[in-house]
């Protein structure tokens, strides 16, 4: 639950991104899709857990097809409030670029564990049952995030 390393990653006086800790969120959880301009493009997937966003940057994007599969790296916890968040992260900062939310709504989790995350998105774009899994042989903070069949 701790916010520390998404803090020390950032200078606030400098980045608009907000800061924060750990907060008692929603009684349904949210998630967001934030695309992400910086010096490569990729998406970030966010998931509300236990008052934090916890994150995955996607470099291909959420699958949208049944049984496709991406590569998702596992990233620092956010805040809660990052979920509405979109603008220019400053030149030199960490994350530099603009960042557009993409995709945001709630989702229903139906199994938390350590390897395996299940759950349901009900976004505006990404409906259905969603799969993510560690793949340790590609390293510590690799997953992989498919589309379950409905
Ligand atoms: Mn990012």
Same mark, same amino acid.
């Given at each position: 639950?701790?916010?520390? +390393?998404?803090?020390?990653? #950032? /200078?606030?006086?400098?980045? @608009?991104?907000?800061?924060? /800790?750990?907060?008692?969120?929603?009684?349904? @959880?949210? &998630?967001v899709v934030q695309e992400h301009?910086?010096?490569?493009?990729?998406f970030d997937l966010?998931?509300?857990? +236990?008052?934090?966003?916890?994150?995955?940057?996607?470099?291909?994007g959420i699958?949208?097809?049944?049984?496709?599969?991406? *590569?998702?790296?596992?990233?620092?916890?956010?805040?809660?409030?990052?979920?509405?968040?979109?603008? =220019?992260? @400053?030149?030199?900062?960490?994350? =530099?670029?603009?960042?557009k939310i993409w995709d945001r709504?709630? &989702?229903? @989790?139906?199994?938390?564990?350590? /390897? #395996?995350?299940? &759950?349901?998105?009900?976004g505006e774009r990404l409906?259905?049952?969603? *799969? *993510?899994?560690?793949?340790?042989? =590609?390293?510590?903070?690799?997953?992989?995030? *498919?589309?379950?069949? /409905?």
């Amino acid at each position: 639950m701790s916010l520390s +390393e998404y803090s020390k990653k #950032r /200078d606030f006086t400098k980045t @608009p991104e907000p800061h924060g /800790d750990a907060v008692q969120g929603q009684e349904v @959880p949210v &998630f967001v899709v934030q695309e992400h301009h910086s010096s490569h493009h990729h998406f970030d997937l966010r998931l509300e857990h +236990e008052g934090v966003l916890v994150s995955w940057a996607v470099p291909k994007g959420i699958p949208e097809l049944p049984g496709k599969k991406h *590569l998702a790296v596992r990233t620092e916890d956010h805040p809660l409030a990052y979920a509405v968040f979109e603008g =220019a992260i @400053p030149e030199g900062e960490y994350g =530099a670029g603009q960042v557009k939310i993409w995709d945001r709504g709630t &989702f229903s @989790p139906i199994a938390w564990g350590e /390897d #395996r995350i299940e &759950f349901t998105l009900q976004g505006e774009r990404l409906q259905g049952r969603y *799969l *993510l899994v560690r793949f340790k042989k =590609a390293g510590e903070q690799e997953w992989l995030i *498919l589309k379950a069949k /409905d």
